[in-house]
């Protein structure tokens, strides 16, 4: 029986296939088939979790936020002080 990430990994053989031919683009397709396998195991750990996920699903082909960018989403927002300006002087 195929798991729910064995689509996942059969598009990451193909962008290695790929990789090896197109000398070119090799470092993007590597990347693209790095991606896919990250799916594969996401979508695996998500079985596991009773969250499934397909091909066809938008948060599939989401790129993963950095964990910095997720922590600054859960802090709440920051007020900004003013400064006080000096005030100009007239000359006449």
């Given amino acids: 029986m195929a798991g729910p990430g064995d689509g996942y990994r059969l598009k990451a053989a193909d962008m290695f296939a790929r990789a ?6 090799r470092q993007e397709y ?3 088939a790095r ?3 990250r799916l594969a195991d996401q979508a695996d750990r998500n079985l596991q ?4 996920l ?10 993963p936020q950095s964990s910095e960018a997720l922590e ?18 007239h000359t006449e």
């Avoid at 090896?20 to 683009?25: D, R, T």
């Avoid at 979790?49 to 499934?52: A, D, H, S, T, V």
């Avoid at 600054?72 to 002087?89: D, I, T």
């Fill in 20 to 25: 090896e031919q197109n000398e070119h683009l």
């Fill in 30 to 32: 590597e990347n693209l």
């Fill in 49 to 52: 979790l009773g969250l499934p």
């Fill in 54 to 63: 397909n091909l066809d699903d938008p948060a599939a082909h989401q790129r």
């Fill in 35 to 37: 991606a896919f396998l």
């Fill in 72 to 89: 600054l989403e859960e802090r709440p927002p920051q007020q900004q002080q003013q400064q006080v300006q000096p005030k100009a002087k």
